[in-house]
């Protein structure tokens, strides 16, 4: 029988800071399909789309596009009616059949701006961005770059694609024409971090916030980006800005705790914890992250507190049990850590297990077979079809039954 390779002793989750979405408000939209009301006719769109995770441009949309005029009867249907029926289509969520309407309409003479900007309106709601991406640079081409639509959907399905850069171009080829776009400077900060450009996405961040000052989410991406250039000190003051305008914020205070940590501060961040955890309680994430400052800070018997809160609280916390059972473990506080360990396989994780071995094993070493086998023989229950499981234990109970010595004849 060996130590099971657990990680015991403090373990630290790794968690990533939060990431608060981009614009607590609306942000332009993008628009749909065009519909001209002749076959030469300039643009008019309705419909708002490309509502992407990472990007959904808000505002009014366009008023829905008139009737187109009565066609004259004739035996070929002109492009007008063609673009009708297509939107029609669209409209519907039938986008390949208006994808079939557009093309027809394109060869009869429709405006090709248009056409190429409903057609490729068509293939992203098809999921074909490398497609979708070609009809909006031809928009893009055959308007001169006019069309904003076509360039921050352009743009956006770039950034799906994840051709960050040719995104930034579009965006910034965009923002030149619609410097007052807030999404926009907020939609391209996100491009420059995904390129790991974090002076550039300051930058672009710095255009959002003055044009929208009360928006705070803009000042918690600065601080990302600060933290992510290892910029503690400026990320923490703006985040302390941030939670003085809006104290009801918490989360702030907590992104505080983090950023010290990240920095290696750990009183810093067990104090920011603690401020936080005086408004708020019941957080056992929070709890956890304390517990963790504290283990590393070598004061396991504090943290230890603290994870008995966390569990208190959410009791299928398994990450904290365990954690718990290796401070235990440690300090050799055997029963609280079998207890702890249990706790943890009881809600299926299985590193309470392998943590009930490593206990096993050190009563084993001290010759105490008979607990080792109580111990592990605990988890028997819990795992009835693990074989490994009940030969280890039955390998201690007969290890006991050696060590006594047979009865008189």
């Known amino acids: 029988m060996q130590k099971s390779k657990v990680k015991s002793g403090t373990k630290t989750r790794e968690e990533a800071t939060s990431h608060m979405a981009p614009g607590s408000g609306?942000?332009?939209?993008?628009?749909?399909?065009?519909?001209p009301s002749s076959p030469s006719a300039v643009?008019?769109?309705?419909?708002?789309?490309?509502?992407?995770?990472?990007?959904?441009?808000?505002?009014?949309?366009?008023?829905?596009?008139?009737?187109a005029p009565a066609p004259v009867v004739t035996p070929r249907q002109s492009a007008v009616?063609?673009?009708?029926?297509?939107?029609?289509?669209?409209?519907?969520?039938?986008?390949?059949?208006?994808?079939?309407?557009?093309?027809?309409?394109?060869a009869r003479g429709a405006d090709l701006g248009t056409i190429s900007f409903n057609i490729g309106n068509c293939l992203y709601r098809m999921n074909k961005l490398p497609e979708a991406?070609?009809?909006?640079?031809?928009?893009?081409?055959?308007?001169?770059?006019?069309?904003?639509?076509?360039?921050?959907?352009?743009?956006?399905?770039?950034?799906?694609?994840?051709?960050?850069?040719e995104s930034i171009a579009a965006y910034r080829r965009a923002l030149g024409q619609d410097p007052d776009n807030g999404s926009a400077w907020l939609y391209l900060a996100d491009a420059y971090g995904r390129t790991k450009d974090y002076v550039g996405a300051l930058q672009a961040l710095e255009k959002a916030r003055a044009l929208d000052p009360e928006d705070l989410s803009v000042v918690y991406q600065m601080a990302e980006a600060h933290a992510?250039?290892?910029?503690?000190?400026?990320?923490?003051?703006?985040?302390?800005?941030?939670?003085?305008?809006?104290?009801?914020?918490?989360?702030?205070?907590?992104?505080v705790g983090d950023l010290y940590r990240s920095e290696g501060d750990l009183e810093g961040a067990a104090g920011a914890y603690r401020e936080g955890l005086a408004l708020r309680e019941k957080d056992p994430e929070t709890l956890y992250k304390l517990a963790d400052v504290l283990a590393q800070d070598k004061k396991p018997?504090?943290?230890?507190?603290?994870?008995?809160?966390?569990?208190?609280?959410?009791?299928?916390?398994?990450?904290?049990?365990?954690?718990?059972?290796n401070l235990a473990f440690d300090a050799k506080w055997w029963d609280r850590a079998?207890?702890?360990?249990?706790?943890?396989?009881?809600?299926?994780?299985?590193?309470?297990?392998?943590g009930l071995r490593n206990l096993a094993y050190e009563y084993h070493q001290q010759g105490r077979n008979d607990r080792a086998g109580q111990v592990l023989g605990s988890a028997v229950p819990l795992r009835p079809n693990d074989k490994a499981l009940a030969t280890e234990v039955e390998q201690y109970r007969a290890l006991e039954k050696e060590k006594k010595p047979a009865a008189a004849p």
């Open 26 to 35: 609306c942000e332009r939209a993008a628009v749909g399909p065009s519909r």
């Open 43 to 67: 643009f008019r769109f309705a419909l708002c789309i490309l509502t992407f995770a990472f990007c959904i441009l808000s505002g009014t949309a366009a008023p829905g596009p008139a009737a």
């Open 81 to 106: 009616d063609i673009v009708n029926r297509a939107n029609a289509l669209y409209n519907k969520g039938e986008f390949a059949k208006a994808l079939i309407l557009y093309r027809k309409a394109e």
């Open 133 to 165: 991406a070609a009809a909006f640079k031809k928009t893009e081409r055959l308007t001169d770059g006019k069309y904003l639509p076509a360039l921050f959907n352009l743009a956006a399905v770039l950034f799906r694609l994840e051709q960050y850069g």
């Open 228 to 255: 992510a250039m290892k910029e503690y000190p400026a990320a923490i003051a703006l985040v302390r800005e941030a939670y003085a305008r809006k104290p009801t914020e918490i989360d702030f205070v907590f992104y």
């Open 301 to 325: 018997f504090l943290a230890m507190e603290y994870l008995q809160k966390a569990l208190l609280f959410k009791p299928d916390f398994t990450d904290a049990a365990v954690f718990l059972g």
């Open 338 to 354: 079998e207890t702890a360990y249990l706790q943890a396989l009881k809600g299926g994780n299985k590193e309470g297990l392998e």
